[in-house]
């Protein structure tokens, strides 16, 4: 669960300590949520039970309310949980959720729907793993473009969570923007660059001293076209082609 964040987990530990139920299920609505176990409630909206997806009739199927497999605990219940947990089943293994049967006999059990369902998808291959982070880059230039930036090819873009984009900076197809890299009002980047931990301002004249960036472990400067006077632009210059004789 890579994108899991902490903004998610304060919610569900507050709706938690709100509740008063002695354990907690993060939950999410899926589309399509083909592969998950499907959360039940009864009436009030308590769990009632999880039904993992080989075991569900036609009316669970229909169920977009999924289980993440996350949870909280009040710490003694979740103590007496774990110690009455056994391995009596095919797969002689120990199951987590067995303690929520636990904590159905001392009360209730809740249930807190994440906003995000990407935030609280899982991975267990590198292909899912290709795929998450591919849609959670998808919005990181999405939410840049929304902010006045240009981005010509979200593609092929790659913008880390800790970089920070003035507005008006275009982003050339093929850059990677990574760790705290900060980008200055009208700058343009690109195309195929990487910048680590680089700052690159606007440059107010010609006569400014140059700016100096890691790109790729390599320092290097390059200006391109009309933006001389007003920006660096940070560019991998193409190595000329040998001529062959």
Known sequence: MPLL?????????AFHEQSGDGATVLTTILDNPTGYGRIIRDRDGHVLRIVEQKDANRSELAVQEVNTSVYVFDADLLAEAIANLDN??????FYLTDALETAKTRGTVGAFAAPDPLSVEGVNDRLQLAALSKAHNRRVCEHWMLNGVTILDPDTTWIEDDVELAQDVTVLPGSFLKGHTVIGQ??????YTTLIDATVTPRPSSNAPACRARIS????TSARGPTCGRAMSWARR????????
């Open 217 to 220: 472990g390599v320092p290097r």
């Open 88 to 93: 009596h089943n095919a797969q002689g293994e």
């Open 5 to 13: 964040d902490s903004v998610t987990l304060k919610k569900l530990v």
């Open 238 to 245: 193409p190595r000329p082609a040998r001529s062959s004789r």
């Open 186 to 191: 009208n700058a343009v980047v690109g195309p």
